[in-house]
């Protein structure tokens, strides 16, 4: 058995192509710890969504090997949820049909699965909007819809690939914040990438730098800031200083 | 209603910023539809009178209207047209389901779609009378071989929007189903048909209109029953009045199935409203 809910042993992935071989990811290792938030920051387009493909078990590496709570990751795992870049909502179907996609597919009861829908919606603050189709929603909306499709799996672990990227910084902040919330009442423990590093020293317990292309990971930093976090604290010059060493660590 | 509809056919979508009065808007519709056929009934009377036609050539809507009335009352009008709907419902049945499952396999494998492509294509290039004769010597002048020719015209527009429509499914919904664990029924069903369908309606709107034409293509060619049998008839007796009656009903039925996938169209994708 392990201690680690999550690990990544010496995992690395190659796309092969017509135009040639693509090294993505290269000999990539890290742990997760069960509670813990970690994030991964990194250059765009280091292969960050790659590396949380593999962590998903939505990718096979070429080499090496994910392990969920001890055991070899070969394939998505019930206890995973991931939250992509985009939404990926199903159009029509409505809000609360959204949420409740996981747990049809699960084969949940319906009356179980009508119960966690209404739990996690109101978890992201959208129980008001529950009847309606994406269509009217705005980007902020749509993610918390995604997040609560996350959530109403109940998963151990949640994956976020910079699930608030697309969207303007007060809207991020707020999402942030309730994510956060929701991490410590839930217990959860959660792995985001991002390239938004005070997004990231914001949330975490630990950030891991990645390298430019093939990723791999080339600096790790505790990020020691008081849990809850106080309001402001965006603005402290302990945060401030975390930010800037990591920034001092990410090579273009 | 009618002129939108054609317009939804030909994919120019047309985007109303706010609903308007349900009730307001349906009497408008039918208000539009009943002058437009008043305006072409007055224009077929007048030019009927005018041009002072033998009764063969162009007889006027009155003539028309009393052999429909008296072919319909006769039963003469139902004996046929429904030997042509058994045909249309027969063919539509088996087109749609040979189109859609060869067009779910194409779309699915590119090697498939580069093996039989080319014939499927090329068979387009030879049209449904041509090969009738042939179909007719095969399974016999009844209502197979025009069930059989009426599908093979229903086949093509409908393989090819199946195509079209399982392709656009978006690969991060695919992601998404595979992250949760879906089976590929789960996958097909809560995913594929419901995104491919709108295209797939689009596909089941041309070929109903289709069906109509393979059905009288086959009876034209060699057949004792149906409507393209009677207006085929009705020419060897001089009969054009008749002929008219046979037509507007043709014209009824493809009017018919067209608004019936319409309406099946705006409930099943009401969530685009």
């Known amino acids: 058995m392990s201690d680690f809910i999550l690990q990544a042993v010496a995992v690395s992935k190659t796309y092969y192509s017509a135009a040639g071989e693509l090294e993505a990811v290269a000999d990539i290792n890290l742990t997760v710890c069960p509670g813990e938030f970690l994030c991964i920051v990194g250059p765009s387009g280091c292969g960050k969504t790659t590396l949380l493909q593999l962590l998903a078990g939505l990718l096979p590496p070429t080499r090496g090997e994910v392990r969920l709570a001890g055991v070899p990751l070969t394939e998505p795992h019930p206890d995973i949820a991931v939250v992509f870049q985009k939404p990926h909502l199903m159009p029509w179907r409505t809000v609360r049909q959204n949420v409740l996609l996981p747990l049809q597919v699960a084969g949940l009861p319906t009356d179980e699965a009508d119960r966690r829908a209404a739990e996690a919606l109101s978890l992201v603050r959208l129980a008001d909007f529950a009847d309606v189709y994406p269509k009217s929603l705005s980007g902020g909306m749509e993610q918390r819809v995604a997040v609560a499709r996350a959530l109403a799996q109940h998963p151990r672990l949640l994956l976020l690939d910079e699930p608030f990227g697309a969207l303007d910084a007060l809207t991020r902040e707020r999402l942030n914040r309730r994510l956060l919330h929701i991490w410590q009442t839930r217990r959860l423990t959660a792995v985001m990438v991002t390239h938004n590093i005070r997004e990231a020293v914001y949330l975490a317990d630990r950030v891991l730098v990645l390298s430019p292309r093939p990723a791999t990971v080339s600096a790790e930093f505790s990020i020691d800031l008081p849990r809850p976090r106080p309001d402001g604290i965006e603005y402290s010059e302990a945060f401030g200083r975390l930010a800037y060493e990591i920034r001092q660590a990410i090579r273009e | ?273």
Not at chain 2, 10 to 36: C, D, H, M, P, W
Not at chain 2, 137 to 149: A, D, M, R
């Open chain 2, 1 to 273: 209603m009618f002129i939108d509809s054609f317009s939804k056919f030909y994919s120019l979508q047309v985007r109303r910023g706010e609903k308007q009065n349900r009730t307001l808007k349906f009497s408008l519709e039918v208000a539009s539809i009943i002058a437009g056929l008043s305006l072409t009934v007055a224009v077929w009377a007048l030019a009927a009178k005018l041009g002072g036609y033998p009764v063969f050539i162009l007889p006027d809507p009155l003539t028309v209207w009393q052999e429909l009335v008296k072919a319909a009352s006769g039963g003469l009008l139902w004996y046929h047209a429904q030997a042509t709907l058994v045909e249309i419902m027969g063919g539509l049945a088996l087109g749609l389901t040979a189109a859609t499952t060869a067009g779910y396999f194409l779309a699915k494998s590119p090697l498939l779609e580069r093996l039989a492509g080319p014939y499927i294509v090329a068979s387009q290039s030879i049209p449904a009378i041509a090969i009738a004769p042939l179909l007719i010597i095969w399974f016999g002048s009844g209502k197979l071989s025009k069930v059989i020719i009426c599908a093979l015209v229903v086949f093509f527009p409908v393989l090819v929007n199946t195509i079209v429509g399982i392709r656009s499914v978006d690969d991060g919904l695919q992601t998404l189903m595979r992250s949760l664990r879906a089976s590929r029924w789960q996958t097909f069903t809560m995913l594929e048909v419901p995104a491919a369908l709108p295209v797939l309606l689009g596909g089941l709107k041309i070929g109903v209109t289709l069906s109509v034409i393979g059905a009288v293509v086959g009876e034209f060619v060699g057949a004792d029953r149906g409507l393209g049998y009677l207006i085929n008839l009705s020419k060897g007796l001089f009969n054009t009045p008749l002929m008219f009656a046979a037509l507007i009903t043709l014209a009824a039925i493809s009017l018919a199935l067209y608004l019936l996938v319409s309406g099946l169209e705006r409930r099943l994708l009401a969530w685009r409203e």
